[in-house]
């Protein structure tokens, strides 16, 4: 008897038409398996009652009637919160993702944001848009990239890709994650999380990767940015609420460090009364830091067909997620 694969409806990240053309060229692939891409909530329920393996996101009304569902590939790398629901958590189902996907976009997005602070780019261009012409004092050019050292929250691909970058560029790089970090030659120290505090005000950069979840929530608080030292400055490409912006607004105005670039929000959008729109010192991108970039479908689809060879094969799934940690 042939598998069956859904790809549920309204996932985000594919079109119609990429769906499509994964449908027929994985049809080529695994003839052993029958793939559906309902068009509604209506098709889905009824396609996934018998399905073995299903992509995107799914909600308990879909989970309580996937009779034989063995499998679920998220759609993103880090799902929005909301994705691991307790059912879900609790279901014998594995769940993987997307992750490392995006580590050479994102880990460039990272390095523009520190040659931004270090050249002052954002500032001129500022100034650009009101035409002044004017020469930001020597003290506000003080940075100097390979005598600067950055700590990156979170090293998996895109936290080790970063730390590559800099590296080549001369900064000392530092590596803290949650679990041991095998030795690498793009970090030139590695920490647990337990030793965050002691460590960061070692970082003229604090760069932060990590993703959502119930113990990373509004780590970033008052009072880890006043562990930081005052010239240093807070990166967030991670997820937003991680970071807690009331508590960076108020570190920004006592000029408790130096500024901040922000991809990722508590909310999105930014709300536009927040204060942190109107810092000269502060650099906000509207969630982009994977956008234009080339092959992302291409690395999708290789991870996924990769998944489908195991699965049927009944060998460890590649990206596995801890479903109660939610990555």
Not at 43 to 54: G, P, Q, V
Not at 94 to 113: A, P, R
Not at 220 to 229: E, P
Not at 276 to 288: D, E, G, Q
Request: hydrophobic share 40%; net charge neutral; glycine share 4%.
């Amino acid at each position: 008897m042939k598998k069956k694969f859904v790809f549920i409806p309204n996932s985000n990240l594919l079109t119609n038409n990429s769906i499509k053309i994964w449908v027929g060229k994985l049809s080529d692939l695994f003839t052993e398996w029958t793939f559906h891409s309902p068009k509604n909530k209506e098709e889905a329920l009824e396609e996934i009652s018998d399905a073995d393996a299903a992509y995107g996101t799914m909600d308990n009304d879909l989970l309580s009637v996937a009779q034989k569902i063995k499998w679920l590939q998220a759609p993103a790398a880090a799902p929005d919160e909301g994705f691991y629901f307790d059912e879900l958590i609790k279901h014998p189902i594995v769940v993987t993702n997307f992750k490392e996907i995006y580590n050479d976009h994102i880990s460039i997005q990272i390095l523009s944001y520190i040659l931004s602070f270090a050249k002052n780019s954002h500032i001129y261009r500022d100034q650009q848009n009101e035409k002044i012409w004017k020469q930001l004092q020597e003290t506000q050019h003080e940075i100097f990239l390979p005598e600067s050292s950055v700590i990156i929250i979170g090293v998996g691909g895109i936290g080790l890709e970063t730390a590559r970058i800099c590296k080549a560029i001369g900064m000392k790089t530092i590596g803290i994650d949650a679990k041991k970090i095998n030795p690498s030659k793009w970090l030139d120290e590695i920490f647990l999380s337990k030793d965050l505090l002691k460590q960061v005000n070692k970082g003229d950069f604090i760069v932060s990767t990590i993703p959502h979840n119930p113990i990373t929530e509004g780590m970033f608080n008052y009072s880890f940015f006043s562990k930081m030292k005052k010239s240093s400055f807070f990166i967030n490409i991670g997820r937003g609420k991680t970071t807690s912006l009331n508590d960076l607004d108020q570190a920004i105005k006592n000029k408790i460090i130096s500024g901040a670039a922000l991809d990722v929000f508590e909310k999105e959008p930014l709300d536009s009364n927040s204060n942190l729109w109107k810092y000269p010192n502060v650099i906000i991108t509207p969630h982009i830091a994977a956008h234009g970039g080339k092959y992302l479908d291409e690395r999708r689809y290789d991870i996924l067909r990769e998944n489908i060879k195991r699965f049927q094969e009944n060998k460890n799934l590649k990206n596995t997620v801890n479903k109660s940690e939610w990555h």
